[in-house]
């Protein structure tokens, strides 16, 4: 049973614009939450995390939300670049074991 | 610095034989991993090492066995593949990031037939 979600196969962006990625978790005893970022044919590389006990995290143009009550996460990229284009994973971890979702593949449209 | 690196790149295998996928990292983390990538399915976590001599069962450790042969090297060994392995799989090793947390960095994949 996937205990992390991205219910959203893919998105589409203007460039410059909003891009938003949402994800949804079951585990409750998630306590650290994290964001890849994946290019074909190669290996996700870690975009951003958030712990537990925060509601908001930011670093440059990509900022991570948790609702712990929802057990909703997202991820902000402002402005959206042509070079963000990338299949994007969120994960969540409890006693090191990490748990990855489906992914969602953003293309950002020049 | 290399990171973490993953050999081979490419393997296609029969049905029935074994091989084994290397891993290394050159970062001095504690923990490494094995993971599968299949279309739909997100990464699933096969084997994971939180220490050197330290293994234990991930969400889909059936057909597989680890080694975790030094604090770099941690290598995944399918004893007879299957078609149900064909897949794209990862290492990754993790350091912490603050308090109990850690963040893990990801090699570039194996990719696996198996026929």
Same mark, same amino acid.
């Given at each position: 049973?996937?205990?992390?979600?991205?219910?959203?196969?893919?998105?589409? +962006?203007?460039?410059? @614009?909003?891009?938003?990625?949402?994800?949804?978790?079951?585990?409750?005893?998630?306590?650290?939450?994290?964001?890849?970022?994946?290019?074909?044919?190669?290996?996700?590389?870690?975009?951003?995390?958030?712990?537990?006990?925060?509601?908001?995290?930011?670093?440059? @143009? $990509? %900022?991570? $939300?948790?609702?712990? &009550?929802?057990?909703?996460?997202?991820?902000?990229? +402002?402005?959206?670049?042509?070079?963000?284009?990338?299949?994007?994973?969120?994960?969540? &971890?409890?006693?090191?074991?990490?748990? $990855?979702? %489906?992914?969602?593949?953003? %293309?950002?449209?020049? | 610095?290399?990171? /973490?690196?993953?050999?081979?790149?490419?393997? /296609?295998?029969?049905?029935?034989?074994? *091989?084994?996928?290397?891993?290394?990292?050159? *970062?001095?983390?504690?923990? *490494?991993?094995?993971?599968?990538?299949?279309?739909?399915?997100?990464?699933?976590?096969?084997?994971?090492?939180?220490?050197?001599?330290?293994?234990?069962?991930?969400?889909?450790?059936?057909?597989?066995?680890?080694?975790?042969?030094?604090?770099?090297?941690?290598?995944?060994?399918?004893?007879?593949?299957?078609?149900?392995?064909?897949?794209?799989?990862?290492?990754?090793?993790? /350091?912490?990031?603050?308090?109990?947390?850690?963040?893990?960095?990801?090699?570039?994949?194996?990719?696996?037939?198996?026929?």
């Amino acid at each position: 049973d996937q205990q992390v979600k991205q219910n959203s196969p893919s998105l589409s +962006v203007q460039e410059g @614009r909003i891009s938003i990625l949402n994800c949804d978790y079951t585990n409750s005893m998630f306590d650290y939450f994290l964001w890849y970022k994946k290019y074909p044919a190669e290996g996700p590389t870690f975009l951003i995390s958030i712990s537990s006990i925060k509601d908001k995290n930011e670093d440059g @143009r $990509f %900022t991570v $939300f948790l609702n712990k &009550s929802a057990k909703h996460l997202s991820l902000h990229i +402002v402005p959206s670049q042509p070079g963000d284009s990338a299949v994007y994973f969120c994960a969540a &971890s409890a006693q090191n074991q990490f748990y $990855f979702g %489906t992914g969602t593949s953003l %293309t950002v449209i020049p | 610095n290399a990171g /973490v690196t993953q050999t081979p790149k490419f393997q /296609v295998l029969k049905t029935g034989q074994s *091989m084994t996928l290397q891993c290394a990292q050159d *970062m001095n983390h504690n923990s *490494m991993y094995w993971y599968r990538q299949d279309p739909g399915m997100g990464l699933r976590l096969i084997y994971y090492s939180a220490s050197e001599g330290t293994t234990d069962k991930g969400e889909v450790p059936n057909g597989y066995n680890v080694s975790r042969l030094n604090k770099r090297e941690f290598s995944l060994r399918l004893e007879s593949a299957a078609p149900s392995q064909t897949s794209v799989y990862f290492c990754a090793s993790s /350091v912490p990031s603050g308090g109990a947390q850690e963040t893990q960095y990801f090699g570039p994949g194996t990719r696996l037939l198996v026929l």
